[in-house]
């Protein structure tokens, strides 16, 4: 089974505060994906890339970066944290353009 | 546009009765569809996808080009099919662009 590991659950930041969400993925797969869950408003796109060190803007990029520099790991970075960006924030690998998706257990970010 | 469109946000049905959750897409060009189930507590995993047309669970979805639906069914409904179920569809760029989601709950 593909694994794809989000190092917390559950997180509580500051206001202001650089924030880094990891992810790990362990079968090689080429794509990776940050979304944000959000009661109501569904999955929503942040960021994704499709190889090392590329990355593509999603629908909702703004106050979000990412980082990509080795095949499994893909960092989901938000540069000066706002209470707007609490949320269960999901990555998901796929091992090619055409398939679907394997989901991590999800973050729950609470900034205060 | 490419868009996804769940139309009801909460479905409550009683076990083993029928259930249809709504699914309709805009998308120029021919489109590729999935569901996606999100049990209590677990992650976001994929139910089924139309281009293998296999049902899973006792889930079938048919993909409507006519109507631009890919609604999903099942005849009858189990306490431990309550979940939240997302459709989506993959985009030109090759990501799959969710709708906002149905929560099933299907009671005793």
């Known amino acids: 089974d593909v694994k794809v590991t989000q190092s917390s659950r559950y997180l509580v930041k500051r206001t202001g505060e650089k924030v880094f969400l990891e992810c790990v993925q362990d079968?090689?797969?080429?794509?990776m994906f940050w979304y944000r869950q959000d009661p109501g408003l569904g999955l929503r796109l942040i960021y994704f890339s499709y190889d090392v060190k590329m990355k593509e803007k999603g629908d909702i990029p703004e106050g979000y970066s990412v980082s990509r520099e080795k095949k499994e790991r893909f960092s989901l970075i938000l540069e000066s944290a706002s209470t707007n960006q609490t949320s269960m924030y999901l990555c998901a690998s796929s091992q090619t353009r055409g398939s679907g998706y394997t989901f991590g257990s999800g973050t729950r970010l609470t900034v205060v | 546009a490419q868009r996804v469109t769940q139309p009801e946000k909460l479905l409550s049905v009683f076990k083993g009765a029928p259930v249809e959750l709504k699914c309709n897409y805009s998308?120029?060009?021919?489109?590729?569809l999935f569901w996606y189930v999100q049990y209590s507590r677990q992650r976001l995993q994929l139910l089924l996808r139309h281009i293998s047309r296999e049902s899973i669970k006792g889930f079938t979805a048919d993909l409507n080009k006519g109507e631009t639906s890919f609604h999903l069914k099942k005849p009858f409904a189990q306490e431990e099919d309550s979940a939240m179920y997302y459709c989506?569809?993959?985009?030109?760029?090759?990501?799959?662009?969710f709708g906002k989601g149905t929560k099933l709950s299907v009671k005793p």
């Open positions: 079968m090689d797969h080429e794509n």
């Open positions: 989506a569809l993959r985009g030109s760029q090759g990501n799959l662009i």
């Open positions: 998308y120029s060009g021919s489109p590729e």
